[in-house]
């Protein structure tokens, strides 16, 4: 009998259904600009702090 067992492989294999993306609505492309610009913004002043 051979068993079934988990290989590396297998978690790159190709899934049997392909998965139907979602376009991304406006509100959705706003909420995450604003997330990318607190998160420079963010930086930055962490940035200013660290090398001064």
Known sequence: M????????????RQKEEVKRKAVTKTQWI?????????IFLSVIVGAIVFS
């Not at 909420?31 to 998160?39: F, P, Q, T």
Request: glycine letters at 0%; charged letters at 15%; proline letters at 0%.
């Open 2 to 13: 051979l068993i079934k067992s988990l290989t590396v492989l297998q978690a790159f294999a």
């Open 31 to 39: 909420n995450a600009d604003r997330v990318v610009m607190i998160v």
